[in-house]
């Protein structure tokens, strides 16, 4: 009888701390190419490894990379993307591919020039759209940082446009500024008159109702974080110093070396909060809007337009947050 009670509590112990496993699936996996700038802060760290740790939603077709003004140029930004990458022992099975360090403006009017700034990942992008041109399934793009990459692929291949779908994390709409928006306005402006499907989760810093109330604390982190997500051989350097076997160790790094704002001292996770909602859509309230115009960084409404887009707002922190470490403690690894 002991010996019983001995296997029965092994094998419950071993089904809690067990890969998490993939549920009876209601729909297909979504296809999707995630755009980052990686190296900013901590937030596209917490997105990457929640996409590559929900490989029972998401099939990742790409992940690119882009240059905003924190976190060094493209080459910088690819390194941390790596690095998450790395840490979900997913290196052999996934490369982070460079695009721009430079601006839409600047670049332009050289797509169809060999070697452009940014063509790696342009051309990914791309490429995938096509390979879904005669599919049932959409493409849907997350860039999560500027819009230039994706931008520069609809300028260079307007075709695409009816084979994506593009979920990007910026803006405080209707209110002026944000950073991704700042880091390339005229991205923006040309994906906003682009007859492509085009979605936006809010930012609305301090307003409780974008992604910005996506917010945890240190303690949260400490409490919750440590040793989450696969365990690595060989361990990763991180970019503040230290090595790491694990993202829930290097969650806790990025942490414990990030400046907190607001009443408790906290920092959000508004790019994850973007991943969730594709996941997840019923996280946050979606709204139709006709496309506005952005003229020197301020918003006007145009009634009128026909051009329709889509705005995510009042996402629920605590539906997102319970999914995101549930996912730390049993991840699906991408395929």
């Known amino acids: 009888m002991i010996r019983t009670r001995l296997v029965l509590c092994i094998a419950l112990l071993a089904a809690c701390t067990s890969p998490r496993s993939a549920p009876a699936p209601s729909r297909a996996p979504i296809d999707v190419i995630l755009d980052t700038d990686a190296n900013n802060e901590l937030d596209d760290q917490h997105a990457l490894a929640y996409l590559l740790f929900s490989g029972d939603a998401f099939h990742i077709e790409g992940i690119t990379v882009n240059r905003t003004r924190g976190g060094g140029d493209v080459e910088q930004q690819a390194n941390e993307a790596e690095r998450i990458v790395a840490l979900a022992s997913l290196e052999k099975r996934f490369s982070v591919t460079r695009g721009a360090n430079g601006s839409f403006t600047e670049i332009a009017p050289h797509v169809n020039e060999p070697d452009f700034d940014g063509h790696a990942a342009v051309d990914l992008i791309i490429r995938r759209a096509h390979a879904h041109a005669a599919s049932p399934s959409t493409l849907t793009v997350v860039p999560i940082g500027k819009l230039t990459n994706v931008a520069l692929a609809l300028k260079k291949d307007p075709s695409i446009a009816s084979s994506i779908r593009i979920v990007w994390l910026g803006s405080n709409y209707p209110d002026p500024g944000e950073y991704n928006q700042e880091n ?30 996506v917010r945890v604390t240190r303690d949260e982190i400490h409490a919750r974080m440590p040793g989450k997500g696969p365990h690595v051989a060989t361990p990763i350097a991180g970019r503040n110093g230290g090595t790491f076997t694990s993202f829930g160790d290097y969650s806790v790094d990025l942490f414990d070396h990030i400046e907190l704002s607001g009443n408790p001292p906290s920092r959000a996770l508004y790019d994850m909060a973007a991943v969730a909602i594709v996941k997840h859509p019923s996280w946050a309230h979606a709204r139709r809007i006709p496309a506005p115009k952005l003229t020197d960084g301020k918003w006007i409404d145009r009634p009128a337009n026909p051009r329709m887009i889509t705005l995510w707002e009042s996402f629920q922190r605590d539906s997102i947050l319970s999914d995101f470490y549930a996912t730390m403690e049993r991840p699906v690894l991408a395929r």
Do not use: C, K, M, S
Not at 184 to 212: H, K, M, S
């Open 184 to 213: 390339d306005e005229p991205a923006l402006q040309y994906i906003l008159d682009t007859n492509v499907p085009f979605e936006i989760a809010l930012v609305r810093y301090g307003f409780g109702n974008g992604t910005d109330a």
